[in-house]
T-cell receptor, first 113, second 111 residues
Framework: AQSVTQLDSQVPVFEEAPVELRCNYS??????LFWYVQYPNQGLQLLLK??????LVKGINGFEAEFNKSQTSFHLRKPSVHISDTAEYFC???????????FGEGTQLTVNP | DGGITQSPKYLFRKEGQNVTLSCEQN?????MYWYRQDPGQGLRLIYY???????QKGDIAEGYSVSREKKESFPLTVTSAQKNPTAFYLC??????????FGSGTRLTVV
């Protein structure tokens, strides 16, 4: 079985500041990792994913994440945030041989002017 | 456009009633999923189906039922046995390593 822990439930930042949303996972086998974004009353949109290869993954809207196998982490970063980045962000994991996607509890990112 | 359609967007149910949430996809994906979302709890898996006429329970299947008679459709019934059904319900599909695609959700409220 796998699990995901998002270390911050809320992250407030000012516009144009950098941000990091932290995600740790637990699994006894190889995994795929995902970050999703959710705007109010909407579904989830894929930001980026790690399947294999380079540990630095670039996604949409200027976000990137780094897979760190030794620390079992997959932190999401953006060097300069915008008001429009205000949303809830979910980290998720699935085993490479499996089908179930397990989510973290989410991090609410609020960008203030 | 290919995608997932969840309907209705908002649904109200009286206590003791069953209600069915619709999920239709035209992506030709084999696997389909139902998740429940509550504030501060992330998304929890209710049921999933990897192929027509087959489905498995997720982590919180009690009080829910599903069917998968067609590849395109995976309806979820919230039965009267579900003690706390008020939540946001999300349907998703998956194909291989390409990741999961989500619908726009149905918000169910018990009145």
């Amino acid at each position: 079985a796998q699990s995901v822990t998002q270390l911050d439930s809320q992250v407030p930042v000012f516009e144009e500041a950098p941000v990091e949303l932290r995600c740790n996972y637990s699994s006894s086998v190889s995994v795929y990792l995902f970050w999703y974004v959710q705007y109010p009353n909407q579904g989830l949109q894929l930001l980026l994913k790690y399947l294999s290869g380079s540990t630095l993954v670039k996604g949409i809207n200027g976000f990137e994440a780094e897979f760190n196998k030794s620390q079992t982490s997959f932190h999401l970063r953006k060097p300069s945030v915008h008001i429009s980045d205000t949303a809830e962000y979910f980290c998720a994991v699935t085993q490479t041989s499996g089908s179930r996607l397990t989510f973290g509890e989410g991090t609410q990112l609020t960008v203030n002017p | 456009d290919g995608g997932i359609t969840q309907s209705p967007k908002y649904l109200f149910r009286k206590e003791g009633q069953n209600v069915t949430l619709s999920c239709e996809q035209n992506l030709n994906h084999d696997a389909m999923y139902w998740y429940r979302q509550d504030p501060g709890q992330g998304l929890r898996l209710i049921y999933y189906s990897q192929i027509v006429n087959d489905f498995q329970k997720g982590d919180i299947a009690e009080g829910y039922s599903v069917s998968r008679e067609k590849k395109e459709s995976f309806p979820l019934t919230v039965t009267s046995a579900q003690k706390n059904p008020t939540a946001f319900y999300l349907c998703a599909t998956r194909v291989g390593e390409l990741g999961y695609t989500f619908g726009s959700g149905t918000r169910l409220t018990v009145v």
